[in-house]
């Protein structure tokens, strides 16, 4: 991996999620700055029956009036939401070790079950709950990019000797791009064709790269790790450095950016 860090990026985020509050606020006080993007609600994989996936809402986002344009905010019960290009489609999934929901410009077909693979563009929110089967997930996640701000929950874990010890030992993603923007929090780019950080979930290589980001939450009842991969074709550059920006503020609210209306 190559790590990169630089001075101020923490209180660069730590503004950018200022910026993201304020825009909850009335429109009076920041009309310069808000923008308003539908908000879509998203079918979980075992749903039957029709969806109204047109919910009304709109959601305050602090971006460019070209780009808000070009965004809507994808949501779906028991999961954090995203932002993806608009008129994309969505699905969610949930168990007890938490939930998934992927936004891509066509419909996912069925089987749901396993996960399905993802080879092109698409959007990935992924949420991991340390209170169920999920810790695992968490832990691993950790020992990958936490191991100091992350040991009790890798301790933790590891004395359960319910997974390999060796399931703790850091991937060697040599081309990755990493910068860590706190000791909990990172941002990274997998290159074109390369394994990495962002195949590490339902992504497959491709030749297009993935950026993302992943953080970990060390609550008092519950810790998790909320991971967003990001991979559109390159004509919607633009669209993705927004989207992470935007990301980047979410992930560290509290109820995501389902709280900001």
């Known amino acids: 991996m190559k790590i990169n860090s630089a001075a101020g990026i923490g209180l660069q985020f730590a503004l950018s999620l200022a910026v993201m509050v304020a825009c909850s606020a009335s429109s009076a006080e920041t009309p310069e700055i808000q923008q308003?993007?539908?908000?879509?609600?998203?079918?979980?994989?075992?749903?039957?029956?029709?969806?109204n996936t047109q919910t009304g809402e709109s959601l305050s986002t602090p971006a460019e009036h070209t780009l808000a344009e070009q965004l809507a905010y994808y949501k779906a019960e028991n999961s954090p939401g995203v932002y993806a290009p608009k008129g994309w489609s969505c699905l969610a999934w949930?168990?007890?070790?938490?939930?998934?929901?992927?936004?891509?410009?066509?419909?996912?077909?069925?089987?749901?079950?396993?996960?399905?693979?993802?080879?092109?563009?698409a959007v990935i929110v992924q949420s991991s709950d340390a209170g169920s089967s999920g810790r695992f997930h968490v832990a691993i996640v950790a020992a990958?990019?936490?191991?100091?701000?992350?040991?009790?929950?890798?301790?933790?874990?590891?004395?359960?000797?319910?997974?390999?010890?060796?399931?703790?030992d850091a991937e060697s993603?040599?081309?990755?791009?990493?910068?860590?923007?706190s000791d909990r929090f990172?941002?990274?780019?997998?290159?074109?064709?390369?394994?990495?950080?962002?195949?590490d979930s339902m992504f497959e290589a491709s030749n297009l790269p993935i950026k993302g980001l992943t953080i970990l939450h060390l609550e008092a009842d519950l810790d998790s790790v909320i991971e967003v991969r990001v991979r559109l074709p390159l004509a919607l550059s633009a669209v993705s450095d927004a989207i992470m920006q935007l990301e980047a503020a979410c992930v560290q609210l509290p109820r995501g950016c389902r709280g900001v209306q």
Do not use: W
């Open 173 to 181: 993603y040599p081309d990755d791009q990493l910068r860590y923007l």
């Open 36 to 51: 308003r993007v539908p908000a879509v609600r998203c079918p979980a994989s075992d749903q039957t029956g029709p969806v």
């Open 144 to 168: 990958q990019l936490f191991p100091l701000t992350g040991n009790e929950i890798i301790t933790r874990v590891r004395q359960e000797h319910l997974i390999s010890d060796s399931s703790f």
């Open 186 to 199: 990172v941002e990274y780019t997998t290159p074109p064709n390369r394994t990495g950080l962002g195949t």
């Open 94 to 121: 949930n168990g007890l070790n938490g939930s998934i929901l992927v936004v891509t410009p066509k419909r996912i077909a069925p089987p749901y079950f396993p996960l399905p693979v993802v080879t092109g563009p």
